[in-house]
Every structure is written in C-alpha cells, then in structure tokens.
C-alpha cells in the first residue's frame, strides 16, 4: 500500500513514516499541496494523510483538486481544531480528520480501517435486513456477530442489544432511559447511569478512539444514536 | 486558643457596641428614649408653671408658705364668683343687689327681681339661686347715700315699680326726716334698729304714680308711734330692715315688699351640682343646697338625704364647706329654728376680712303677703315673721382665718396640690432640671449621630425630607414652636380650670380627662415633629446642606447662571415680570373683572401655551433621538426644526456623543477580533511542535532504553508533553470562552440525562481512586423540570470538567455526592466531594486561572479546567458557584428551566 503523507512539518512527516512503515506500509513524503498534487499524478496512492497549514497550497484547496479526479480515503490532519474546520474538511471531501497533536497508534488504527474500508468492504450487500451495516460496522443478527473492520468484536449480550437497537434506528437519537426501557424491558426510575457506562464499554470494543467515537455517538442532554452512514 | 478567643470576642463586642448607636435600631431605640424623656421633661415643667401660676414663685423659696394667704386672693375670688352666680339668674340682669367685699367696696350692682314663680332658672350649674344679697354689714353712710335703683316685681314677673326705693342708713334716714322736716319723734327710729339698719323709702312721687297705676296702695300705719309717724311720714313709705336683728318692718302692705328673697326651686340644678361638685370641692358649694320650698324644712331634709340618712344637716354644710364657711340660718318657723356653725350672725357680720353675704328668704308665692297689717313693736314683727312658718333668713360669709390646711373638705383639691405639689415644687424644680440635662444630652447623642452610618465614616446621609429648601424648613419650625406654646397655654387653662373656678365665671373652663389626653396625645406630635425638624436641621448643617438649599439662594443661582438656558429664563421672567406689575396695577386702579383685565389674562395664557407647545415639540425630538442612540443607531444626527431654538446646545451635544460611542464602538470590535486571531494563530503555532514532540516522544518508548533511568526519562517527557498539550488545547478555550467568541448551538437539553452520559464516561475512572457516585436521579415524570436550553456539548465540557476535578482531587474512597434539583424554576446540578489535600484558599482564589487546590503540587491537569467552566457557563446563560467548607468542595451549576409554552 502506498501512503501520501504530506506536511510541511519535516518531523512529523518523519515520525509518521517511522509508524506507517513499522505496518507495513509504504511511504511517500510531500511538504506542500502542490508537491502532493504532482505526486498523485505519477504514482498509484491508496491513502493520503493530508495537513491544512501549508505554503503553495494549503490542504483545503489541494483536497478540492484532488477529488475531481480521485476518491482515495483522505485523512485531515490539522492544529486546526475548531468544529467549523473539521466541518469544512469532511465537506470538502475528507474521510477522517484528525487535530495535532494526536496519538500516533490512533491514526495508524485510523489509517488500517481507511485502507479496510476502500478495498475489501466495498462490496458488501447490505440488503439482508439481519445484516446491519454502519461504515464498517456490521452486525449479522443470525449468527449474532458484530465486526468492525472485519475483525470480530466480542460484545455482552446487554451491550450486543443496545447495538442492535441503535443500529436497527440508524439516526435516531436515544435517551438512557429510553434504551434502558426496551433493553431491561422494566420502566426506568432512577437508574443511574447503567446505560451510559454500557455505552462507554461497546466504545473501548468498537472504536478506534473510544473518545471519539465514530459510530456510537453522544447527543449531550438527549441521549446516544448511531449516524447513518 | 481560649484566650485569644474570647480576647477577639470582646473586641468584637466593644466595636459592636461603639456602632449600635449607630445602626437604625440604635437611632429608634435612642429617639423613643429622647420622646420619653422630653413627655417627662414637659411634664415636670407643666406642673412647676402651673405651681407658679397658682402659687406665685415665692413659694419656691418659702418653707413656710402660708397657703392661707394665697387662699384669701381665692377667696375673693371666690365670692366674686358668688356674686356673679347671683348676678347670672336672669339674662336681663333685672335684679338687683349688691355685693361688698370685705373692703367695703362695692363690687357689683344688681337689679333684683323677683322671679320666684319661674321655672328653674339656671344659667350654669351653679347660679340658679334667685336672692338678692344685701350687704349687711355696717356701711358708711358715703355708699348709702346713693340711690339705687330697685324693681318691685310682682307676681308672675311683671315689673311694678323701678327707681323708685334708696337706701339709707339709719342715721342718714334720720338726716332725711330733718331735712324734709319731718320731725323724728320717736325713739325707736333710732333706737329700735341697730345701726346696721338700714332704711328705705319710697319716693312720694313715685309713690303717687304707683297709686295710680295700681290704686293699691293703702298707707300704713306705723305700728309704733304711728301717727306721728304716719301722719309725718304719710306719703312717705318706707321699710325698715334690720339683719342684726332680723327685723323687717315695711310701712306699706306686703304687696309691695321690697325686701323679699326668693328663693327657687332648683331640684334638678342640685343633683347636677352635687355630681360635679362633690364635697368639699369648693367653697361656692354653699350656695347650693337652698332650696326652694314652703318649708324650709324640707331643705335640710334634702341635705339628709343625699348624704344617706345623716341627719345633721349642718355637719354636711360644715363638711362640704369647709372650716371657712360659716353660716347662720335662721327660719321663719314656730320654733324660731336656728342653724348656725357661729355663736351668733356678729360673727358674720361684724368680721373684719370675710365675705359675709345675707340672704332674706321669704316664701312668696303670689299670695298675700305674710306680713300681718298689725305689727305692733318689734317682738310681734318678729312673732308675726315667726309664725308664718316660712321664709328664713341666711347669713354667710367666707371666713379665711377659720381655714386650716387640715380642711378635707375645703378646697380639698387646692389643699391636695398645695401639700403633695407645691411643697414638693423644690423636687419639681430638680426635676426639671435633671430631664432638661438628661434631654440636652439626648439630643447632642441624638444630632452627634443623625445621618451617619457609623464612627468612621464621616459622610452624612440625608433623607429626602431634608432636601426641602431651609426657608421651608423654618417656617415649619417656627409654627410648630408656636403651636405647641398655644397649645400649652391652652391646656394648662383648661386644667387649672379644673380645679378651680375662674375668675371670669362658673366652669367656663370645664376639664375632664380628654383635655389631658388631648394635651398629651398633642404633646407628643409636637416634641416628634421638633425632634424630627432638628435632627433634619443638624443633619443638614453637617452636610452643609443649608445654604445650598437655601428658596432664594436656588432662585439667585438661577438667574444667574450662566447657560443655553438663557433666553428660557429671560422670557420667563419677563413674562413673571409683566403678569405682577399689571396685576397690581389692576389691584390699585381697582379693575378687576374690566374686560381689560379679562382680555390681558387670556393673552397670557395664550403667549405661554404657545411657549410650552414649541418647548415640548423640541423635547419630544431629542427624546426620540436619544432613544435611537441608546439602541445603537449612532449614524443619525438630530436636527431641530428651528435653528433659534432653545434646544440647540442640547441637540449639538448629543451628536458629539453619537459620534463618540460610534468610534468607541467600531474600535472595540476591531480590537475583540485582533485578539482572537491573535490566540488562534499561537495555538496552531504550538500545537505543530508539540505534536512533533508527542511522536517522538513515542518513537523513543518503543526502543529500549540503555538504562533504567533512561526508560524513567522518558516516561517524564511523556507526560509533561501530554501535559503541555492539554494546556495548549485549554487556552485556546479560555480565551474563547472568556471573550465570549464561541458560537453556541443551544438547543433543549435534558440535564439529568446528561449527567448520566458525564457520569458514564468517568465511571471506570472513579472505580480506579475507589470513589462512590452517590447520585439521585429524578423520576421520569419530573423529566420535565430538567429541561434546559443550552449547548449540549459545551455543557457536557463543563461537567466533564467538573468531574475532572473530582476525580483528580478526592480523598480516595469517599463519597461524590451529585443532585438534580429544581428550585423556583432554576434547574441546580450540585457536586459534593471530600478533597484530598486540604483547600486552604477560598473560593474565588480557587476559580482564578491556573490555580489549583493544593498551590504545591504538580499533578495532572492544568488548573484551567474552573475556570473555562465558569466562563462557559455564563456564556450559556447559567451559573456557576463554588462553596468551600473544610475538606467539603460543592460545586454548583445553575441553569433557569427551559418552559415549554
């Protein structure tokens, strides 16, 4: 797999290469959006990892000319960590964004589920309806298996439940009491916070970032859902 | 520790008391104390004027006062009051008699009429009694040799005769026959009567007038050496009266009698003296009891029995008299009954010093007369006057030197107050010097700390009564001052008044007990207004406050001041100017109601409507325009309508504060986003860095490190570059947060259900340090009450952080305490935890950036956290409050409910 990494940062374009190459992968360096663009046209990229803050061309623009002619997975990184940025970067056609400083294990976990997502998943059926599928989340209700990524994720059968329900509603918000309701099945008096802690756990077994969730999202005040994807 | 302490307590007391004078109960408590005092201080100077008043001021310096003599003044008083009571018994004043005081002078000629058939004839309670009062004591003949005039009433009231009877003592009456020479051949002229005789007779012109009128007359014969007598004195009628000796002899039928007490019947005018006047109460009670009836008998019967079967009338005389009252009464009965508390009537007549009045009492009714035709010597007057059984004769006279200050009855009153106030007036006096001190005093404490606040500041606080302009001010003082002196005179007359009766007449000033409510309740409302009046007035002087308040002194400043209000002040006063000098010229010329003056008026009327609508035009713009830029429309400038008005200078003015406030606005903004740029672009700045330093960081965990300590080095870079890290991000937040540049999604959010997705998050994490969430969830129909309007992710930052906390802080194994409660419609999210260090700074100290509860430490976190969170919260529209108690750290946020309509 060929990898675009592009900073005008030096080190961190080095630091991030070190990481890539211990996966596996290979590495191509650019230093400003100009120099990524004419990469891109000679070789074959799978993935670009992509910072807004350059000189020539910055990231935006260079993101915006890319996807005119190329629909590889794009992963933002920026300092830039106001919402109005990761907005504009997913619109104009990121996959993932992720601010500096940042966890490197993160963005190479990042990076895998990219890769994963382009090439093997592309083709999955979803119209099974026991076969429930958010991005790379799949549920299959017959043998009652989750995967994310493609690897098999061991869930409880309380935490399996509220999956499956937040799934089969993919984009319907629900508040604690709510999914306590139909999970427990009894009314929900003071419950405590029983359902947020399930939540929490399902986030450390599926995410890559568990605080930052990209499948099992929180609506502060009104309660969990899962985006349609 | 016990010493220091109770030191700082009484510190604490010693300052507290210092300002308790002070404080608005210091000031109350104080002023009602100054009332009382000021209630007493009036008091005790009431009773020493009216001491003096009654007592004269020797009495201050004279142990031995003899009330006595003070007494005699009232005594004449006294029988001067009797007299008018006598005088008082018709309103025509067509009776007659005279009264002599114990000088010999004449105090008062009256015209005596008999009335004796008339209904009660009263004029106050204690006149009602008809009689004429002879003076019986020895005259000299200078005051008898005047005439006075005398009505012969008959029955019924009907005039008969007038002027027609004169007086004469008996030498003068012999002086009479010599002159008319008439020769006095008998002795019994001037031997048979005591020279206290005195003789009247009829003038013969008169006499044939009344002959004609009445054709009654039949002349007597004297009883004596008649003929003689008769044939010299034949139109010479004349009576003799002789009260020594209670001889009455008249030379004429007793048709015309002339002498004649009537006396009334006044039962009901009896019963309404007796309950005003109980015993004792005065000496004019004498008078009363007489009554009228056939029998005298019957008059001392009623005496009797008001006194509850005591049957010795003259005790009863005596006790409500008094030792100065000494009475002879003698009646007409068959037993020559005689009543007396003196051995004989020279003890009443002859007293030199005393009050003596006679009174002859006859029972006439209309009849014939009582006197036989046939008198024959003095005994068969007498026997004759006797026999009738009716009719008396009272002497009685007012004897000073019998009274004794022992008297209970006499004057008990005046008695009572000589000995328990007057003799005390030394007492009195201290009194009132002791309130007057204690009152001086009062009242510099009082106007030391009026309008003040405490000891230290020296600044004076005026109310809004003392902003009235000081000509106001005094003439209020002025008429208070000068109310409250009339008021005073005019209870003190009614209260001395009371007691006794003036000399301008019977209880004219009747007293009761509302007169002294009356003067109390004012007494009062006086000394609270002066109080009042001169705190103001000291208040104002400490503030200076008297000038600059001064009616004239504003009046002078105005006119003289100079400003655009020039010309407003110029035609006002021209038009002030012009209305005075026609109204006074239409006030001399006396013109008023011409058409002239009607047709000026309304032209005034018209120049000055005019005025005010031109002038309320104007305001009305600059009102508007003022309204616009106070709204933040600071382009527009405002143009008057008239360039001459005088507005102007106002107008002009509030378009340089337009321009201002444009350019201080335009400028704070440009600076707001300067700063933000600036913050954001040093964030991004760090941040690249950093991140470098994270990765590498990283890069060096992963290989293996030479030595121990090497592997140790790194794990402290670690965490100090995550540390740094943190810190960048929370900058950037709390710039934002404090300059309020966040866009905020508020939208309703559910807080309790929030909580529970916070409390999730830091479910592993409190179960790490041991600590127990101690929650109480609301039921879920109360979810309602928990309904906010925020923004949901800012809101969950802020508990993130407060849990944060929390978590960072607590003493492991301990309990966190959280609620959701709503009061009065305000959703609170409170948090109790036991802090592990102890906090020993206070709770501001503890929301200041970058501080963190134990200043010593370098744990996790960047102290940031409180802060970002207040900030954040009041962006948010809520609260955020921190209560330090202990080792007990309490957070609590405070949102208003979100009402659904």
């Known amino acids: ?229 | 520790m016990g010493k220091k302490d109770t030191e700082k307590e009484m510190n604490q007391v010693v300052k507290t008391k210092g300002k308790w004078k002070y404080t608005r109960m210091g000031k109350i408590a104080r002023g009602f104390l100054c009332m009382v005092t000021y209630m007493f201080f009036v008091s005790f100077a009431g009773l020493a004027g009216y001491v003096f008043y009654e007592f004269g001021t020797d009495i201050v310096l004279d142990k031995n006062y003899d009330i006595s003599e003070a007494n005699m003044n009232r005594i004449s008083d006294e029988a001067e009051f009797v007299a008018e009571c006598v005088r008082d018994i018709t309103e025509e004043k067509n009776n007659a008699f005279r009264i002599i005081d114990a000088d010999k002078n004449m105090v008062n000629t009256y015209d005596v009429r008999d009335i004796m058939n008339s209904e009660t004839y009263f004029i106050d309670s204690l006149s009602s009694i008809k009689q004429y009062v002879v003076d019986s004591s020895p005259l000299d003949g200078s005051i008898y040799d005047e005439e006075y005039s005398l009505k012969l009433i008959r029955d019924k009231g009907l005039d008969l005769y007038d002027d027609c009877y004169v007086f004469f003592t008996r030498d003068s009456f012999k002086n009479i026959f010599k002159k008319n020479g008439i020769k006095n051949t008998h002795n019994w002229l001037s031997d048979g009567f005591s020279e206290s005789a005195y003789f009247i007779y009829l003038d013969p012109e008169i006499m044939s007038s009344l002959r004609e009128e009445e054709q009654l007359m039949n002349v007597e014969t004297s009883p004596l050496d008649s003929n003689l007598l008769y044939t010299e004195l034949a139109d010479y009628k004349y009576a003799v009266y002789d009260p020594v000796q209670d001889i009455f002899y008249s030379s004429w039928d007793d048709y015309f009698t002339s002498f004649t007490h009537y006396i009334y019947k006044m039962s009901d005018i009896t019963e309404e003296l007796y309950s005003h006047y109980g015993a004792g109460e005065s000496v004019s009670n004498i008078i009363f009891p007489i009554l009228w009836s056939e029998n005298y008998r019957d008059i001392w019967e009623f005496i009797s029995n008001k006194y509850d079967g005591i049957d010795n009338p003259e005790y009863e005389l005596q006790k409500r008299a008094g030792s100065a009252f000494v009475y002879y009464v003698k009646l007409y009965d068959k037993d020559g009954t005689v009543y007396s508390n003196v051995d004989s009537v020279q003890d009443i007549l002859k007293k030199d010093n005393m009050n003596s009045y006679v009174v002859a009492g006859n029972n006439y009714k209309g009849e014939a007369a009582n006197y036989s035709e046939d008198l024959y010597g003095y005994d068969d007057i007498v026997s004759t006057l006797d026999s009738t059984e009716t009719g008396c004769i009272m002497y009685f006279g007012i004897d000073p030197s019998r009274l004794k200050l022992n008297d209970e009855s006499f004057s008990a009153s005046y008695v009572w107050i000589y000995r328990n106030i007057a003799c005390n007036i030394n007492y009195i006096l201290i009194g009132v010097a002791l309130t007057f001190i204690l009152l001086t005093i009062q009242a510099a404490s009082l106007i030391k700390t009026t309008g003040r606040k405490d000891k230290e500041h020296n600044e004076v606080i005026l109310n809004r009564y003392d902003r009235f302009h000081s000509e106001v001010w005094l003439l209020i003082y002025l008429s208070l001052i000068a109310g409250s002196v009339l008021l005073s005179i005019y209870v003190m007359k009614r209260v001395s008044g009371m007691y006794f009766f003036s000399k301008y007449g019977y209880r004219s000033y009747s007293c009761d007990i509302r007169i002294l409510i009356n003067g109390v309740l004012s007494s009062i409302v006086f000394g609270f207004s002066f109080m009042q009046l001169t705190l103001s007035f000291a208040r104002r002087v400490k503030a200076h406050n008297i000038k600059s308040r001064l009616l004239v002194g504003e009046l002078y400043r105005w006119v003289l001041k100079k400003s655009g209000e020039q010309r407003i002040k110029i035609y006002v006063l021209t038009y002030i100017l012009i209305e005075v000098l026609f109204l006074a010229y239409v006030y001399k010329k006396n013109m008023w109601y011409s058409p002239i003056f009607i047709l000026f008026f309304v032209l005034m009327w018209i120049i000055a409507l005019y005025a005010v609508v031109r002038v309320s035009a104007d305001l009305k713009e600059l009102c508007e325009h003022i309204d616009k830029t106070r709204d933040g429309d600071f382009d527009i400038e405002v143009k008057l309508q008239d360039s001459s008005s005088i507005f102007n200078d106002v107008a002009a003015g509030i378009n340089h504060i337009s321009d201002g406030l444009n350019m201080a606005v335009e400028k704070s903004l440009k600076d707001e986003r300067m700063k933000t740029e600036l913050i954001t672009n040093v964030s991004h700045d760090l941040k690249t860095p950093l991140t470098s330093i994270i990765n590498y960081i990283n890069l060096l965990k992963s290989e293996k490190m030479p030595t121990p300590e090497a592997e140790h080095y790194v794990e402290v870079l670690d965490a100090k570059a995550h540390r740094l890290s943190q810190l960048t991000i929370d900058l950037v937040e709390a710039a934002k947060a404090t300059s309020g540049n966040i866009e905020l999604n508020m939208m309703p959010i559910s807080f309790d259900e929030l909580v529970k997705q916070a409390l999730g998050e830091f479910e592993e994490k409190y179960e790490e340090k041991k600590l127990e969430a101690v929650i109480a969830y609301p039921d879920k129909k109360d979810r309602e009450m928990y309904k906010v309007m925020a923004d949901g992710r800012r809101l969950f930052r802020i508990l993130d952080n407060v849990l944060q906390n929390a978590y960072k802080y607590s003493l492991e194994n301990t309990r966190v305490y959280i609620e959701i409660i709503n009061e009065d419609g305000q959703v609170k999210f409170i948090m109790k935890n036991i802090s592990k260090a102890p906090l020993n700074i206070s709770a501001d100290e503890l929301m200041e950036r970058f501080t963190r509860g134990d200043s010593s430490r370098t744990t996790e976190g960047s102290g940031l956290g409180l802060s970002i969170a207040k900030d954040l919260t009041r962006l948010m529209g809520g609260n955020f409050d921190i209560e330090l108690d202990g080792d007990l750290f309490k957070v609590i946020i405070t949102f208003p409910q979100l009402r659904s309509l």
């Open chain 1, 1 to 229: 797999m060929n990898i675009l990494v592009c900073d005008d940062d030096k080190e961190i374009v080095e630091a991030i290469t070190i990481y890539l190459k211990q996966e596996g992968y290979n590495i191509i360096p650019a230093y400003n959006g100009r120099e990524a663009l004419e990469i891109m046209e000679h070789e074959e990229i799978h993935l670009i990892i992509l910072d807004i803050m350059m000189p020539e061309l910055d990231g935006i623009h260079a993101l915006y000319e890319l996807r005119e002619k190329s629909a590889i997975p794009v992963i933002l990184l920026s300092a830039k960590s106001e919402d109005a940025d990761k907005i504009l970067g997913l619109n104009v056609g990121a996959d993932d964004y992720m601010t500096k400083p940042f966890n490197p294990l993160e963005l190479v976990a990042r990076v895998r589920s990219q890769l994963r997502r382009y090439t093997a998943l592309g083709g999955i059926e979803k119209e099974d309806d026991n076969i429930l599928v958010n991005g790379t989340l799949v549920m299959d209700r017959d043998k009652k298996l989750v995967k994310v990524d493609g690897e098999p994720v061991k869930l409880t059968p309380t935490e399996y439940n509220i999956l499956e329900l937040l799934m089969e509603n993919a984009g319907k918000v629900f508040s604690s009491s709510e999914i306590y309701e139909k999970i427990w099945g009894e009314d929900a008096y003071a419950t405590d916070n029983i359902v947020s802690v399930h939540i929490r756990r399902i986030r450390e077994k599926i995410e890559i970032n568990p605080k930052n969730p990209d499948y099992l999202k929180v609506m502060w005040g009104v309660g969990y859902h899962i985006e349609k994807k």
